[in-house]
């Protein structure tokens, strides 16, 4: 089973990295909902990231905050069952019929590309809710072009969104809590790649 | 272009690429009118290039900067953050400046030696107690650690000192939060409030309080009074984050998926009040 990223998701996560070069950054990659729920699937299609936070990424609260709270809320015999709000990120993913399938992380520093206590928690809850979940963990090394439904493509349109400086415009989970009005869906870079294509 | 820089300067702004391209051409078409705004100008420019991995500017300043300064400590500093970025072995190693050992520390951290950057950060607390920039990069170092309880205590150190600072409060929560237990929650949920009472706009208080009190309201040990008051916290926390959202999304097409979901939660709410 492969997990493969569509232009649109790369470009995103790159340039959150590039936004924040000297924090650690992480975010949720989504893919479209099967349709055929019994037959598993050959190949998991990430077409779109959620940039999520720079910074100190091993506090709890946001990061709940951004992900469903129904598998802690719930217990046995509790009188308040409906806790399970669909928070934000999960809202928006049953409106684009769209499933969390993944989580992204690079580190603060280049070379340290092993994934930590916060990773591997986020990546076991994504778990829960999709089997074929992944885990990306930035490196500074080449990607292997597998995972890539574009290649070339993803880099040539990666490499003119770098050279226009758009990750100033880049809109993470921390930014639409300073402000709300920030979009952390970022329609503007999803025209942009669109347009580049 | 100089009261630019001067902004950034003063409020500590990392925009390094837009320091490099205001700072460059000042430097390059109108040194002659800065007067002795240039040398604190070619400093702020080298740090900024630096950080760009422009080495080529950075070295000019450094070079204009040893001109005119030849014995000063603070240009010797600069020259060693330049080594730094260079990744070359730093000979400021020794210094006991106060500066040159925040540096040193730097290097640590940049090294991922986190457990002696924590020993050194802590040994030069002890001499510089009210360095509040020193305690805030322990907390970020103990968080990076997973150790939240030595986390705290540097930021009640800085609560003490910042009583009106409502982000400090609000970290300070949030790593109570992360922290666990009913004990921690009950905690938590006070520091949120105390946030939200020092900045009511603090989004992540409101959400912190809404997330505490839920999960209080929701845990087996606690009574049903504390259940009852939590819950009433929690739907006010709702209102609040819904009317926020209300007052965001007026004319945003976009922000139509958030308001939905903020609705939502607060149906929820009123049903589990009813």
Not at chain 2, 65 to 73: A, E, G, T
Not at chain 2, 220 to 241: E, G, L, M, R
């Amino acid at each position: 089973m492969s997990l493969k990223l569509t232009t649109q998701a790369y470009c995103k996560m790159l340039l959150h990295a590039a936004k924040y070069p000297h924090c650690a950054v992480n975010g949720l990659l989504v893919a479209e909902k099967h349709k055929k729920k019994d037959s598993p699937r050959d190949s998991v299609l990430c077409v779109d990231c959620v940039p999520l936070f720079h910074g100190a990424l091993a506090l709890a609260p946001m990061l709940e905050v951004a992900l469903t709270l129904k598998s802690r809320l719930i217990r046995p015999g509790n009188i308040f069952p409906v806790f399970n709000c669909p928070i934000l990120i999960d809202a928006w993913c049953k409106e684009n019929k769209y499933v969390i399938a993944g989580y992204y992380q690079a580190n603060e520093r280049i070379k340290e590309a092993r994934p930590n206590q916060v990773a591997e928690k986020v990546a076991a809850r994504i778990s829960e809710n999709f089997s074929e979940a992944a885990m990306i963990m930035w490196k500074c090394r080449e990607p292997s072009t597998d995972c890539f439904e574009d290649w070339i493509e993803a880099q040539k349109i990666t490499a003119a969104l770098l050279e226009s400086k758009s990750y100033e415009s880049l809109v993470d989970f921390d930014n639409h809590l300073d402000d709300l009005r920030n979009d952390w869906t970022n329609p503007e870079i999803n025209k942009s790649v669109l347009h580049l294509c | 272009m100089r009261d630019k820089l001067r902004k950034w300067r003063e409020e500590n702004f990392r925009n390094s690429e837009q320091i490099v391209d205001v700072g460059e051409e000042l430097i390059n078409e109108h040194a002659s009118k800065l007067g002795d705004d240039i040398w604190i100008i070619y400093e702020q420019v080298m740090i900024a290039a630096l950080d760009c991995s422009r080495d080529d500017l950075a070295w000019s300043c450094l070079q204009e900067l040893k001109r005119q300064f030849p014995d000063s400590h603070r240009v010797k500093r600069l020259a060693g953050m330049r080594l730094e970025a260079l990744e070359s072995p730093n000979p400021l190693w020794m210094s006991t400046q106060q500066a040159a050992r925040k540096r040193k520390i730097s290097i640590l951290r940049a090294q991922g030696k986190s457990s002696e950057a924590i020993r050194e950060l802590n040994e030069y607390l002890e001499q510089f107690v009210g360095d509040q920039e020193a305690w805030h990069e322990l907390s970020e170092l103990y968080i990076n650690e997973h150790d939240y309880a030595k986390a705290a205590f540097c930021l009640e150190e800085l609560m003490m000192t910042n009583p009106h600072n409502h982000l400090y409060c609000e970290q300070y929560a949030e790593v109570k939060y992360t922290q666990g237990g009913l004990e921690n929650l009950e905690l938590a949920r006070k520091y949120f409030a105390q946030a939200l009472k020092l900045n009511n706009r603090n989004m992540r208080a409101l959400f912190g309080l809404y997330m505490s009190a839920s999960h209080i309201a929701a845990s087996p040990k606690v009574s049903a009074k504390v259940k009852k008051d939590n819950v009433k916290y929690a739907a006010w926390a709702t209102s609040q984050i819904s009317r926020a959202y209300q007052m965001a999304g007026r004319g945003k097409k976009e922000n139509k998926c958030s308001v939905k979901a903020v609705e939502e939660m607060l149906e929820s709410m009123q049903i589990t009040m009813s």
